[in-house]
């Protein structure tokens, strides 16, 4: 029988090799510094989960325009508490913001009257509460009896726009090794809701003709790339700006402005 490949090592945040061991109030403290920000415990702390942090939360809902920095706001907040078993403390490196959030902006009630379903957008986002949303976050610490996680992993989530947060580590996915941690959450993320579709749905055929709308967008260009490795002689995209159409023809994808061209 043939050997199993070897297991890909975990990719890892250049922690220092003593940072299992550093405490966890110093270990928190080192990723504010990392992320220039200040960690100051409350006047009565007297354990590192009762360090403040800081989290974005969602301030004002951009009514018929783009959302801006303005329309969030960075608050203090109390760091959680220790990990228990099957738990994990994460700091984000790095947090998707994605186009389909501005649907999330707009509340409940906006959402429930569209298209989509209310349930596909978790029911809108709560003023005064920090969004969600998919990121790249780096293990700081793990509860007891906790095996598959080590403080360093890099592993890929949903959770707080917030500097630490705690999550179940059976919702956590190691990022894969090789690859940009900005691909874990691009390409593997949203990317996903590209390649399944054509793959499964769409079923190309070598030698056809695919189009795809939004082209230029994360969603659309990996719909692109993804038809043209499956087989497809020509893919078609339209685009909103002749740049964003140059991009696509720079990728050998044929292309279309949909607002200037008929």
């Known amino acids: 029988p043939q050997a199993a490949a070897p297991r890909r090592p975990t990719p890892r945040w250049t922690l220092p090799d003593t940072a299992g061991q550093m405490p966890l109030e110093e270990r928190i403290r080192a990723c504010a510094a990392g992320m220039g920000l200040h960690v100051a415990p409350h006047p009565t702390a007297t354990a590192a989960s009762e360090l403040e942090q800081g989290q974005w939360v969602f301030a004002r809902r951009p009514v018929g325009r783009a959302a801006t920095l303005d329309d969030f706001e960075l608050q203090p907040c109390p760091a959680p508490p220790p990990c228990g078993r099957g738990e994990a403390l ?19 009630d906006h959402v429930a009257s569209t298209t989509q379903t209310a349930s596909y957008y978790r029911g809108g986002w709560q003023l005064g509460s920090p969004p969600s949303g998919r990121q790249v976050a780096v293990v700081m610490d793990v ?12 592993v890929v989530t949903r959770g707080p726009w ?12 190691h990022c894969e090794a090789g690859l940009a941690p900005e691909s874990n959450i691009a390409t593997l993320g949203t990317g996903m809701s590209a390649v399944l579709p054509c793959k499964h749905i769409g079923q190309p055929k070598p030698g056809e003709t695919a189009f795809v709308s939004g ?26 700006t002749d740049e ?4 696509l023809e720079a990728a050998g994808i044929q292309s279309f402005n949909y607002k200037t061209e008929a």
């Not at 700091?91 to 509340?107: A, E, F, K, Y």
């Not at 917030?162 to 996915?173: G, Q, Y």
């Not at 719909?223 to 490795?229: I, P, S």
């Open 244 to 247: 964003k159409c140059a991009e």
């Open 162 to 173: 917030a500097l630490l947060h705690k999550a179940d580590t059976a919702e956590l996915v």
């Open 90 to 108: 994460l700091r984000p490196h790095l947090i998707s913001v994605d186009p389909t959030m501005r649907n999330s902006m707009s509340g409940p």
């Open 143 to 154: 509860g007891p009896d906790t095996p598959g996680f080590s403080v360093g992993d890099l």
């Open 215 to 240: 082209a230029a967008g994360m969603t659309g260009f990996c719909a692109a790339q993804t038809l043209k490795l499956l087989g497809c002689a020509r893919v078609i995209g339209s685009a909103g």
